[in-house]
């Protein structure tokens, strides 16, 4: 993403892409690393400049996740079997398979670019991994149990996209839904240094999840569900 944040600031038109064959510093939210090895997965990342309020710029994680179950779903036989996890994660088998990155630089409320980086694991192994990585990622070829052609779920990644940006102003927040594992479960977030917890109840136009909790509604804008 550093690489596609410099372009950007040099004047990079949009939908630049970055791609890494790895990453030594891939990263996810609250400053994560990302498990990168070489050669078996997708790391991305894409310039974009869209006409959007900052309020707003959640849409393009909920696009980028939205997009990876698109490309996904190519192979059929996995449909039933993914979910979104809020806020940015793409859940196979109830494990980790996709993250979402949103990036983004603004004037007063005026936004320059946005930088969406998604990592997939599409034939990742795990051998090497730490072991909180092996129990809670996955990748397509492990939920397949056969090597998948990368360029091609690139290719269904990159055009999935396409079409989701497309749609543009049009709030993705109900397609995002229907496919939130989290809504109506009992959660736990950690959001900041507080922990809540509650009933997952609905996602707000902008991203931020609707936490029912013993001291009644409690909105979200920022945190990750440690459980569920």
Not at 77 to 96: A, E, H, M, Q
Not at 134 to 141: E, G
Not at 152 to 160: C, E, K, Q, R
Not at 208 to 226: C, K, Q
Request: charged share 25%; hydrophobic share 45%; with cysteine.
């Amino acid at each position: 993403m550093d690489v596609c944040r410099a372009f950007a600031e040099q004047g990079a038109d949009e939908g630049l892409v970055v791609l890494a064959d790895a990453q030594t510093a891939g990263r996810g939210r609250a400053g994560r690393t990302w498990y990168s090895p070489h050669g078996q997965s997708l790391y991305l990342s894409i310039l974009l400049r869209p006409d959007l309020h900052p309020r707003r710029i959640g849409w393009l994680t909920m696009l980028g996740a939205l997009a990876v179950t698109d490309a996904i779903s190519q192979f059929s036989i996995l449909n039933s079997r993914f979910k979104l996890k809020w806020p940015n994660d793409v859940l196979l088998n109830g494990k980790k398979v996709a993250g979402v990155l949103v990036e983004s630089s603004f004037t007063g409320d005026r936004l320059d670019y946005a930088v969406l980086g998604i990592g997939l694991n599409v034939n990742t192994r795990f051998d090497d991994a730490p072991e909180d990585v092996r129990l809670r990622a996955t990748s397509l070829c492990e939920a397949l149990g056969q090597e998948v052609d990368r360029q091609a779920v690139l290719d269904w990644l990159l055009a999935a996209f396409s079409v989701r940006y497309a749609t543009l102003p049009a709030s993705p927040v109900a397609d995002y839904a229907r496919q939130l594992d989290t809504l109506g479960k009992q959660v736990r977030l950690q959001a900041g240094d507080e922990i809540v917890e509650g009933k997952a109840a609905r996602v707000e136009d902008d991203g931020a999840l609707v936490v029912m909790t013993t001291a009644g509604e409690r909105i979200v804008t920022f945190g990750d569900v440690v459980s569920a």
